[in-house]
T-cell receptor, first 116, second 111 residues
Framework: GAVVSQHPSRVICKSGTSVKIECRSL??????MFWYRQFPKKSLMLMAT?????????EQGVEKDKFLINHASLTLSTLTVTSAHPEDSSFYIC????????????FGQGTRLTVV | DAKTTQPPSMDCAEGRAANLPCNHS???????VYWYRQIHSQGPQYIIH???NNETNEMASLIITEDRKSSTLILPHATLRDTAVYYC????????????FGDGTTLTVKP
């Protein structure tokens, strides 16, 4: 299957700082990328849909000013957690859908964010 | 996405077939059945998907009932590395990537 890479895989930051997570499609162009978060022992929850060249669409209850999403190219989307607090500690996962011909999307390996 | 129901957990002996059921009685005609798995602390991994015909790939087989209200994912020879949470998701193909994940089935493969 296609490869989606997230960076970093693990990050620890201080409360009040911002953290940027990158999601890259390595061998295909992704017009749409999706960001999920997952709390311990819980399922994935969709946060937002990121379309290349346009504003992201956020799910209900997700603060757009808190979780800034940029999809500047067909291979890169970034999620920035601004003014992070301990409650933002979570596992963040992206997925990417190919431009055409695919009925499938592929997931990154996830980023473990710990805010101290 | 149509709602799916999966057992919370299952055990399987190493080397035996693992059969994971999923009920999706409200599935629509244009919705596919997708299966993913998530090994601890990793992103979900795509396994297989199908519309109405049975499907097989190098990882698994997918059996969909004729009325499409339920399906079974079959791992023919389970290994310890198949221990994971398995998610059954029903959605239209156009929504690839935008998935509603339920609680899934935690499959534990035992030696």
């Amino acid at each position: 299957g296609a490869v989606v890479s997230q960076h970093p895989s693990r990050v620890i930051c201080k409360s009040g700082t911002s953290v940027k997570i990158e999601c890259r499609s390595l061998d295909f162009q992704a017009t749409t990328m999706f960001w999920y978060r997952q709390f311990p022992k819980k399922s994935l929850m969709l946060m937002a849909t990121s379309n290349e060249g346009s504003k992201a669409t956020y799910e209900q209850g997700v603060e757009k000013d808190k979780f800034l999403i940029n999809h500047a190219s067909l291979t890169l989307s970034t999620l920035t957690v601004t003014s992070a607090h301990p409650e933002d500690s979570s596992f963040y996962i992206c997925s990417a859908r190919a431009q055409q011909g695919h009925t499938e999307a592929f997931f990154g390996q996830g980023t473990r964010l710990t805010v101290v | 996405d149509a709602k799916t129901t999966q057992p919370p957990s299952m055990d399987c002996a190493e080397g035996r077939a693992a059969n994971l059921p999923c009920n999706h009685s409200t599935i629509s005609g244009n919705e596919y059945v997708y299966w993913y798995r998530q090994i601890h602390s990793q992103g979900p991994q795509y396994i297989i998907h199908g519309l109405k015909n049975n499907e097989t790939n190098e990882m698994a087989s997918l059996i969909i009932t004729e009325d499409r209200k339920s399906s079974t994912l079959i791992l023919p020879h389970a290994t310890l590395r198949d221990t994971a949470v398995y998610y059954c998701i029903v959605r239209v193909a156009a929504n690839a990537g935008k998935s509603t994940f339920g609680d899934g089935t935690t499959l534990t493969v035992k030696p």
